[in-house]
């Protein structure tokens, strides 16, 4: 767990007298030591993946690629999301996957076989995935049956549910313009540059409120040189992000144009920005960590345990909602293999890779997008290469029995040294 900042104040001014970069520097290097990594591990793995599959492959690093790759992982990014949530307690869903795949055939159900346009087909779905996050938390907090074994229960079940739905083994196919655009158009490019620029300065003016409001209540912030490098290292990332996606893309630009950041983009951005408020500006999200890290104490505290994982599971089969209508989307068309084969594993995965502790107590939401990306790298970089489907599986294995590792020790060192 995380150590709060100590409060201190300075004795003439009545505020806080701010760290020096040295100090900064120094509490990182301990809070490392002691086992706090943070999405660090996830940071690294991805910069050297993009660099050797870079140097190996020059086709990777092309704008088309990097589009192609926001496409390729943003079912595994969002219900990853989703189920950080569950994971912050301890739990685990495994018919998120499938949950997905259903979720995805009813709206796919309603809009090509019965004609329903597209916003209330979407919200069908979403309702229907928060109906059965609902059905799932009931049964764990009220009832008591273990989260494996009811989300195991409902992955069984939830892969009849779609075949049934789907009359077997049918396919139907997507024809709604506004849901096939979800992943595979674009904005326009200047909406692009607008959407970099508004994203830098709401970054720059929350890090700057922070650092402002810690230093009226008197609390020890971080030093502003750091809060400008952190600033200026976003607005690097995004400004090159931009740049990059609205390079031509297309293969033949006689015949179409292929150029702006895809419209999946900003959505798991919204979910990202969404998520994270709720998890670190919300009383629910503090209870979830509180719940996550001791649940007798949290319930000794008056929390309402039951309610809160109930909450967490509701959220978690909404995210695998979003993420099935965007699967069906890329695909433009559901089938009985929508959310199934590695779509939970692939998810799971991701939030352990970017740095959610399958313990509990320990996550956040951009780990689900880090590790979504790590995931992301490793299945279009190898595809690039030409491996087969078996090495992809073993790699992506490693990688996550690596950050698995990786979150045990981390747990070990912060128990030694007294921060866990």
């Given at each position: 767990?995380?150590?709060?900042?100590?409060?201190?104040?300075?004795?003439?001014?009545?505020?806080?007298?701010?760290?020096?970069?040295q100090s900064h520097v120094r509490e990182y290097?301990?809070?490392?030591?002691g086992g706090d990594m943070g999405s660090l591990p996830a940071?690294?793995?991805?910069?050297?993946?993009?660099?050797?599959?870079?140097?190996l492959d020059d086709a990777f690093a092309t704008p088309r690629n990097f589009a192609n790759l926001f496409g390729q992982g943003a079912q595994t990014t969002v219900i990853a999301m989703g189920l950080v949530f569950v994971l912050l307690l301890g739990e685990i869903d495994l018919s998120a996957g499938y949950t997905s795949g259903v979720c995805a055939a009813v709206m796919a159900i309603l809009l090509t076989n019965h004609g329903w346009p597209w916003y209330l087909a979407v919200l069908s779905a979403l309702v229907t995935g928060t109906f059965i996050g609902l059905l799932l938390g009931g049964l764990v907090a009220k009832i008591g049956i273990p989260s494996f074994v009811v989300t195991l229960a409902a992955f069984l079940g939830f892969q009849g549910v779609l075949l049934m739905m789907l009359g077997g083994g049918k396919n139907i196919s997507i024809n709604d313009d506004v849901i096939l655009a979800l992943v595979n158009k674009n904005l326009p490019v200047w909406l692009g540059w607008v959407l970099c620029g508004v994203s830098i300065v709401a970054y720059a003016g929350v890090q700057l409120y922070r650092a402002q409001s810690r230093a009226k209540q008197g609390l020890v912030a971080q030093p502003m040189s750091v809060t400008l490098l952190k600033i200026a290292a976003v607005a690097?990332?995004?400004l090159l992000a931009t740049l990059v996606l609205n390079e031509e893309r297309s293969i033949n630009t006689l015949i179409t144009s292929l150029k702006g950041v895809p419209i999946v983009v900003p959505i798991i951005a919204v979910l990202l920005i969404a998520g994270t408020f709720v998890l670190q500006r919300t009383a629910f999200g503090r209870?979830?960590?509180?719940v996550g890290g001791n649940t007798e104490a949290?319930?000794?505290?008056?929390?309402?345990?039951?309610?809160?994982?109930?909450?967490?599971?509701?959220?978690?089969?909404?995210?695998?909602?979003?993420?099935?209508i965007l699967v069906a989307s890329w695909g433009n068309s559901v089938d009985p293999n929508t959310g199934g084969s590695n779509v939970l594993l692939y998810a799971v995965g991701a939030a352990v890779i970017g740095g959610t502790s399958l313990f509990g107590g320990k996550g956040r939401m951009i780990d689900a997008v880090l590790g979504g990306a790590v995931v992301a790298v490793i299945n279009n970089g190898m595809g690039l290469l030409g491996y087969s489907a078996g090495v992809k599986y073993v790699v992506t294995g490693v990688v996550l029995l690596l950050a698995a590792g990786v979150d045990a020790l981390s747990r070990r060192r912060a128990a030694a040294s007294g921060l866990g």
């Open positions: 767990m995380t150590v709060a900042p100590t409060t201190t104040r300075n004795v003439e001014g009545g505020r806080s007298a701010g760290p020096s970069l290097l301990q809070r490392l030591r940071i690294a793995g991805l910069v050297v993946l993009c660099l050797v599959f870079t140097l690097l990332v995004l209870h979830l960590y509180a949290a319930r000794r505290a008056g929390i309402p345990v039951d309610r809160i994982k109930i909450y967490a599971f509701m959220i978690s089969s909404t995210m695998a909602a979003v993420g099935g």
